[in-house]
């Protein structure tokens, strides 16, 4: 419980100096065998991107660190409540502990909260308010796409 406390205090520090920076307030740690490996913290306003989170910013630099897209072992602790963009890029990466210090309920008032993307996602896609549509292409005589990428991976 210490441990986690003292991740949880750097990532919220990470986040208190990227506000002083101009920044929004997230940051995030990611740690292996009790070891912080990455940082992040939110850089969108800085780089115009949408997706630079603390999260995937700190998973980024864990990957490049660890020269490894898979992350079992790691944990990521963050300053905020992580969005589902970043909790599914996780996921995707194999981090299977994650905490956070500050709740959607707590960034609500401040107009930091993820909750109604959350509420949005657990509907069906059908329901949910983006136009999201299976469109197959029509192609004959070619490869299907993804049979060519497994070829590719067999012969390098």
Same mark, same amino acid.
């Given at each position: 419980?210490?441990?986690?406390?003292?991740?949880?205090?750097?990532?919220?520090?990470?986040?208190?100096?990227?506000?002083?920076?101009?920044?929004?307030?997230?940051?995030?740690?990611?740690?292996?065998?009790?070891?912080?490996?990455?940082?992040?913290?939110?850089?969108?306003?800085?780089?115009?991107?949408?997706?630079?989170?603390?999260?995937?910013?700190?998973?980024?630099? #864990?990957?490049? !660190?660890?020269?490894?897209?898979?992350?079992?072992?790691? +944990? $990521?602790?963050?300053?905020?409540? /992580?969005?589902? @963009?970043?909790?599914?890029?996780?996921?995707?990466?194999?981090?299977?502990?994650?905490?956070?210090?500050?709740?959607?309920?707590?960034?609500?008032?401040?107009?930091?909260?993820?909750? #109604?993307?959350? !509420?949005?996602?657990?509907?069906?896609?059908?329901?949910? +308010? $983006?136009?999201?549509?299976?469109? /197959?292409?029509? @192609?004959?005589?070619?490869?299907?796409?993804?049979?060519?990428?497994?070829?590719?991976?067999?012969?390098?």
């Amino acid at each position: 419980m210490e441990e986690e406390q003292r991740f949880l205090r750097e990532a919220e520090s990470l986040a208190r100096s990227n506000m002083e920076n101009g920044g929004r307030p997230f940051g995030a740690v990611v740690v292996k065998d009790g070891m912080v490996i990455a940082t992040g913290v939110n850089e969108m306003g800085q780089t115009g991107d949408p997706t630079s989170h603390a999260e995937l910013n700190a998973l980024r630099a #864990a990957a490049k !660190a660890l020269q490894s897209l898979r992350l079992e072992g790691c +944990a $990521v602790y963050a300053s905020g409540q /992580p969005c589902p @963009m970043c909790l599914a890029a996780m996921r995707m990466a194999g981090i299977n502990e994650i905490a956070y210090a500050h709740s959607n309920m707590q960034a609500e008032p401040y107009g930091l909260s993820t909750s #109604a993307i959350y !509420a949005e996602l657990v509907k069906p896609v059908t329901e949910q +308010a $983006v136009r999201f549509r299976y469109v /197959p292409l029509e @192609m004959q005589d070619a490869v299907p796409l993804y049979a060519v990428w497994q070829k590719r991976q067999r012969t390098s």
